[in-house]
């Protein structure tokens, strides 16, 4: 009971976001992250399971693009991604889904170019309404998803670095 009661009293919404700077253009760093074939070279989630099942549908670019996985490994899971709106060269925001879970969590890549590159900025963040153990979860999910994040924007800088 107080554990529920305290939940009352927990945020009701969570936001993650980590940047890097990358060296990169801005069009090559938008590329990687907008066609959802090429995450598989900077993902933090492909190393984890080689074996997992993707599935893209729709046209590049537009809304609607998705891409759906499936996993055994529970690092990994099943769920989807689908773009809702993208700026090229600047932005691109879509929705995830994870199966098991009644979620829907927004997440947006930006782009803005610097001297040395490009800084990339990922941020997911989702409202968790009043299920006193979803407002519990959303106290760690900076945790959770804040270390995928990072390792993902240092594999894209260094998919980046290794074309040079």
């Given at each position: 009971?107080?554990?529920?009661?305290?939940?009352?009293?927990?945020?009701d919404h969570y936001k993650v976001t980590r940047s890097l700077e990358i060296h990169s253009t801005p069009?090559?760093?938008?590329?990687m992250v907008s066609d959802f074939s090429q995450w598989k070279k900077w993902s933090p989630w492909y190393p984890k399971d080689t074996n997992t099942v993707y599935t893209i549908?729709?046209?590049?670019?537009?809304?609607?693009?998705q891409m759906k996985w499936?996993?055994?490994?529970?690092?990994?899971?099943?769920?989807s991604l689908t773009l809702l709106n993208a700026i090229p060269n600047q932005q691109l925001n879509y929705s995830l889904e994870f199966e098991g879970f009644d979620m829907t969590s927004h997440s947006r890549f930006e782009f803005k170019p610097t001297s040395q590159g490009v800084l990339v900025t990922w941020s997911d963040s989702g409202?968790?309404?009043?299920?006193?153990?979803?407002?519990?979860?959303?106290?760690?999910?900076?945790?959770?998803?804040?270390?995928d994040f990072e390792e993902g924007l240092r594999n894209m800088d260094s998919v980046h670095k290794k074309s040079e």
């Open positions: 009971v107080v554990m529920v009661l305290i939940s009352l009293f927990l945020k069009n090559q760093a938008f590329n549908t729709g046209n590049l670019m537009e809304k609607g693009y499936s996993s055994e490994n529970e690092n990994v899971g099943k769920g409202q968790l309404g009043w299920n006193p153990i979803s407002r519990w979860f959303g106290l760690f999910m900076d945790k959770m998803m804040g270390p």
